[in-house]
């Protein structure tokens, strides 16, 4: 069955990234607190707090500290995507493969950083920084979201567009992307990180490259 559809995670996925890491990591390490970032998710981790209830104390903290747009602007120049992402884009634009981008990282900076290929993608989802007139954090943005696990949405994908899970490719590299094969999308693991990705249950494939255009081999003509 054709490819309709490429989903995408973004920390490690598209961008270069260490081992262990993503945006969170970095916003927290640039603002010296990765206290807060290790109390904070461990209270997540723990079942204290949801996910709504983790980025609201997120978006307190930076208010708190009154940190600025430019921030996350400054932030997001010194995030490296892998290689061949706007080529791959546009060569899945180009055979009318949809693209979405669903992660669990800071949308304002996937929105920056993904700025010059937004025209190949359909939809960005991520959690929202929101700023007031003075360019200070006010809020976070109130999604769905922020209730639900990357296979709610993906399901949610596959009832509004009527696509069978055999014509989605989701494209991911953690944990935290391990719920997608509930959904029965093809899955394939780029450069793991904290995932089995030698589970066939979880992973239908893997793959190691330095350039991303090397998925092609598993989105179906």
């Known amino acids: 069955m054709k490819t309709e559809i490429v989903i ?29 970032d290790e ?4 209270m997540f981790k723990r079942g204290e707090i949801t996910h709504r209830e983790w980025f609201s104390l997120i978006i307190d903290h930076l208010k708190e500290k009154r940190v600025t747009s430019s921030f996350f602007k400054q932030l997001a120049k010194k ?11 546009k060569m899945l634009y180009e055979n009318s493969v ?22 190949y993608i359909t939809d960005i989802q991520g ?10 954090v006010s809020a976070g943005k109130n999604v769905d979201f922020l209730d639900e696990q ?12 009527n696509v069978k899970p055999q014509a989605i490719l989701f494209v991911g590299n953690g944990s935290n992307d391990e719920c997608v ?12 990180d904290d995932t089995d990705h030698e589970n066939s ?10 350039n991303i255009k090397d998925i092609l081999q598993f989105v179906k003509d």
Request: with cysteine; proline share 1%.
């Open 39 to 42: 109390k904070l998710y461990s």
């Open 8 to 36: 995408f995670d973004y920390d490690g996925t598209l961008t270069k990234s260490e081992k262990g890491t993503n945006s969170w990591f970095n916003m927290w390490k640039a603002l010296d607190d990765l206290k807060t």
């Open 98 to 119: 949809e693209i979405y981008i669903l992660s669990s990282g800071i949308k304002n900076l996937i929105d920056q950083t993904l700025s010059g290929l937004k025209k």
């Open 150 to 161: 990357k296979d709610d949405f993906i399901k949610k994908i596959m009832k509004t567009k």
């Open 127 to 136: 959690y929202e920084i929101l700023f007031d007139k003075q360019g200070v």
């Open 79 to 89: 995030t490296v995507l892998i290689d061949g992402v706007g080529d791959l884009f």
């Open 201 to 210: 249950k979880i992973w239908n494939a893997y793959i190691f490259t330095n």
């Open 181 to 192: 094969s509930k959904t029965g999308v093809q899955t394939l693991c780029l450069n793991p």
